[in-house]
């Protein structure tokens, strides 16, 4: 059986309102009920969309020592790690702390 699931658009919540916890955990528990069910292999697919890069305060700046300062970067700013990195990388630390849990049981 194949579960095929796209465009939950998980945020680090900064920006815009994330999926709800409760939401999320009623998805993981429908497919858990699934799993313990069927007889046959249960295989989850995430097809796209899955998390919101776009939507997060990150891109637009930071708080370092009580001041704000502004980012010039972007999503589309093309280079190879750097500041589009370590962007990215706080962002899908936020998306963890949002939903890591639910993910452990998936």
Do not use: C
């Not at 528990?29 to 292999?41: A, F, G, L, Q």
């Not at 919101?52 to 502004?70: A, F, P, T």
């Not at 010039?72 to 190879?80: C, D, F, H, M, Q």
């Amino acid at each position: 059986m194949l579960i095929i699931v796209s465009d939950m658009h998980l945020t680090d919540g900064t920006l815009a309102p994330p999926v709800s916890k409760e939401s999320f955990q009623l998805f993981v528990t429908e497919v858990e009920k699934i799993v313990n069910n069927s007889k046959n292999k249960v295989e989850l697919i995430f097809l796209g969309d899955i998390f919101d890069l776009l939507r997060s305060k990150h891109w637009l700046g930071q708080r370092i020592e009580e001041k704000w300062v502004e980012r010039k970067v972007r999503p589309w700013s093309l280079t190879n790690g750097g500041p589009v990195g370590t962007v990215l990388q706080n962002i899908f630390d936020g998306i963890i702390k949002n939903y890591g849990e639910y993910f452990k049981k998936l």
